[in-house]
């Protein structure tokens, strides 16, 4: 069975700081994975993808993440945090032929 | 720029009452999907469809159905709501293959008093 985690409820960093969103997978074969972002009242918003080659995925707004396939983990970055990235974040997984599982969320506020 | 179209942002029913919850996506995607979202428990899977009138039980279908009579429109009925189906709904739609994810609507988020 595929399955999602998000660690952490809420990731608190101050502007300018770089930040991290956790997560972790399983899912059997070859991953797909996705980070998406919720503002207040909205639906999600697609921020960047991992389906295959470089392990580092660079997406919108200046975030990556990095597929680890040892650790199963596709941590969510950015190098300075705006105030402005203050939203919830949803990782995504599904296998091959499968629908996707999504984490629970993290809440994300940057400190001004 | 493509859209999936909720028809309505808040929505206020009573308990008991036949509610309708319509979406429509103008991407000529062939897979559909609603979800409900909670604080702490994320999205979960209500019912999904790859095409007309074909449909499927995600993972909490209970006090649920769907229909897509056409391609573009996938309707979410609570055949008798009740207050613990208040919540916020998403829909979301794909393409086939599925390799760039999902495209979400706004959602709905509907209050059953």
């Known amino acids: 069975a595929q399955s999602v985690a998000q660690p952490e409820d809420q990731v608190n960093v101050a502007e300018g700081n770089p930040l991290t969103v956790k997560c972790t997978y399983s899912v059997s074969g070859n991953p797909y994975l996705f980070w998406y972002v919720q503002y207040p009242n909205r639906g999600l918003q697609f921020l960047l993808k991992y389906i295959t080659g470089d392990n580092l995925v660079k997406g919108s707004y200046g975030f990556e993440a990095e597929f680890n396939k040892s650790q199963t983990s596709f941590h969510l970055k950015k190098p300075s945090a705006l105030v402005s990235d203050s939203a919830l974040y949803f990782c995504a997984v599904r296998g091959y032929g499968q629908n996707f599982v999504f984490g629970p969320g993290t809440r994300l506020s940057v400190l001004p | 720029d493509v859209k999936v179209t909720q028809s309505s942002r808040y929505l206020v029913k009573r308990t008991g009452e036949k509610v309708f919850l319509e979406c429509v996506q103008d991407?000529?995607?062939?897979?559909m999907f609603w979800y409900r979202q909670d604080p702490g428990l994320g999205l979960r899977l209500i019912y999904f469809?790859?095409?007309?009138?074909?449909?499927e039980k995600g993972d909490i279908p209970e006090g649920y159905s769907v229909s897509r009579e056409k391609k573009e429109r996938f309707s979410l009925i609570l055949e008798s709501a009740s207050t613990n189906q208040t919540s916020m709904y998403l829909c979301?739609?794909?393409?086939?293959?599925?390799?760039?994810?999902?495209?979400f609507g706004s959602g709905t988020r509907l209050t059953v008093v």
């Open positions: 469809s790859y095409d007309v009138k074909m449909k």
């Open positions: 979301a739609s794909s393409e086939r293959r599925g390799r760039d994810g999902y495209t």
């Open positions: 991407m000529d995607h062939e897979n």
